[in-house]
C-alpha cells in the first residue's frame, strides 16, 4: 500500500476521535481495526465501516456515535466540513452533539482553543452550570470536565460505634482487666485505675449499580465515583447487575481508573441489556449479605426500577428488597428518574420498591451527587433509618 503511512495516521486519527466522543478504545482495538481493514476491499466503504465498527465498537449504546463519526471523519472531501458539522448539530439526539464537539477536538488547527476550552468548564459560572447539568444531555467536553470533578469528591462517613475498645486516659469507661493486670506487676496493690473508650469508624459501604440499558449511560458515569471512593476509603464493595450480579470490588481497587474499567469490561457480559431487579437482589441477599453488610454498612441500590417481570417477578422484588433493607443500617435508593420534576411512581417495579427503602434520592448530575456526600457524612439519630 503506497499511501500506508497516511493511511494509519488517519485511522489513528479517527480513534483519537472516537475516544473524545466517549468510546472506550484501546490499542488492541485499534490493531484489530487496522488488522480488519487488511482483509477488506477499501475502495468499498460500506467493508471498511463494517470492519471498524466489528473491532472498535462493543456496546450497542456506542453505535449511533461510530456511524455519526464514520461519516464525518471519513467524508467527502468536496464537501465543506462546516456543513457535515451542521448537519450533525442539526439532530438533537446527544450523541451527534458529542461527535460534532469530538471533531472539533480533534482538528490539528485548533489545539490551544480546545485547551482553553477545557479549562473554562471549572470557572465558577460554567462550572455551576456543569454541576446542574444532566449525565445524559452532556457531551464529550462535558463529560470529562465531570468526570474530574467527581474525582474531587469524597465520602467521610459518618462514624459510628463498635463493639470494641482501646486503651484511652480519659476514656470514660473503667478497664477492670488491664487494671488487674497492671496491679500483678506492682504486687498486687492497685496503684492506677486504668481507662477505656469506645472505638468509632465508619460503617462498610455497599454500591449495587444497575447497568442495563435504561442505565448505561448513568453507570458509566458514576462508576468514576465509585472508583474514587473505593480508593479513598476501606470496606467499599460494589455489585453490578442487568441480567445476572457481578462483583467488582476488586477490579475498583486499581488506582488507575481506565486499567480498572478495562478489567471491568472484561468480567461483566451483560451490560446495556435487560434487567432483573429481584433475580439480582436475590443473589445479593443469598450470597453476599452475610459477607459484606455487618456492622451497620450502608447500601447504595443505583436502578431506575423498571422491573419489566409479571407479578412473581414483582412479588421475588419486594421480598428481596425488604430483606436487604433488614440487612444494612441504611438503604438509599439513588434514581436517576427524579431528575424529572412531575415523576409520578407509576411503574409497578418503582411502586413496590419505594414503600421499602430508607430513602428516595435523585443521582442525574454532580449536584445530586454532591447532596449525596453531604446527607451521609452528617451525623444520624441512633435507631431506625429515616425516609425521605
Not at 173 to 202: C, F, M, N, W, Y
Not at 204 to 229: K, N
Request: net charge positive.
Amino acid at each position: 500500500m503506497e499511501n500506508g503511512g497516511a493511511f494509519a495516521a488517519n485511522l489513528l486519527g479517527f480513534g483519537r476521535m472516537l475516544r473524545r466522543a466517549g468510546l472506550p478504545l484501546g490499542p488492541g482495538e485499534m490493531l484489530a481495526g487496522a488488522e480488519a481493514l487488511t482483509r477488506i476491499d477499501l475502495g468499498d466503504r460500506r467493508q471498511a465501516e463494517a470492519a471498524l465498527r466489528a473491532t472498535l465498537v462493543h456496546r450497542r449504546e456506542h453505535f449511533e456515535i461510530f456511524d455519526q463519526a464514520f461519516a464525518l471523519f471519513w467524508r467527502d472531501r468536496s464537501v465543506p466540513t462546516e456543513t457535515m458539522e451542521g448537519d450533525l448539530g442539526d439532530t438533537a439526539a446527544p450523541a451527534a452533539r458529542r461527535v460534532s464537539e469530538a471533531a472539533g477536538a480533534n482538528a490539528t488547527s485548533a489545539p490551544p482553543q480546545t485547551e482553553r476550552r477545557v479549562d473554562a468548564a471549572l470557572t465558577v459560572s460554567t462550572g455551576e452550570q456543569l454541576r446542574k447539568m444532566d449525565f445524559e444531555a452532556m457531551g464529550a467536553e462535558e463529560i470529562a470536565a465531570a468526570k474530574r470533578e467527581i474525582r474531587r469528591l469524597t465520602l467521610p462517613l459518618d462514624a459510628r460505634p463498635t463493639r470494641r475498645f482501646r486503651p484511652d486516659a480519659l476514656g470514660r469507661r473503667t478497664d477492670l482487666r488491664a487494671t488487674l493486670k497492671q496491679s500483678l506487676r506492682q504486687g498486687g496493690e492497685v496503684l492506677e485505675i486504668r481507662h477505656a473508650s469506645r472505638v468509632s469508624r465508619p460503617p462498610p459501604l455497599v454500591a449495587i449499580c444497575d447497568i442495563s440499558g435504561s442505565m448505561a449511560r448513568y453507570a458509566q458515569i458514576l462508576l468514576h465515583f465509585l472508583h474514587a471512593v473505593t480508593n479513598d476509603r476501606d470496606r467499599v464493595s460494589t455489585f453490578l447487575f442487568g441480567t445476572r450480579l457481578t462483583n467488582i470490588t476488586r477490579q475498583l481497587r486499581h488506582r488507575d481508573a481506565e486499567v480498572a474499567f478495562q478489567m471491568v469490561s472484561h468480567i461483566v457480559p451483560d451490560w446495556s441489556g435487560g434487567t432483573r431487579i429481584g433475580e439480582a437482589l436475590d443473589h445479593f441477599n443469598r450470597d453476599w449479605s452475610r459477607r459484606v453488610l455487618g456492622q451497620g454498612a450502608v447500601v447504595l441500590l443505583i436502578t431506575d426500577g423498571l422491573e419489566r417481570g409479571g407479578a412473581d417477578e414483582l412479588a421475588r422484588l419486594a421480598a428481596a428488597t425488604d430483606r436487604l433493607r433488614h440487612s444494612c443500617r441504611r438503604l438509599i435508593w439513588l434514581n436517576p428518574l427524579l431528575r424529572y420534576a412531575g415523576f409520578q411512581p407509576k411503574s409497578q417495579g418503582i411502586r413496590t420498591m419505594l414503600p421499602l427503602v430508607h430513602e428516595h434520592r435523585p443521582v442525574h448530575n454532580i449536584e445530586s451527587l454532591r447532596s449525596l456526600v453531604e446527607t451521609l457524612s452528617a451525623p444520624q439519630a441512633r435507631g431506625r433509618a429515616s425516609r425521605e
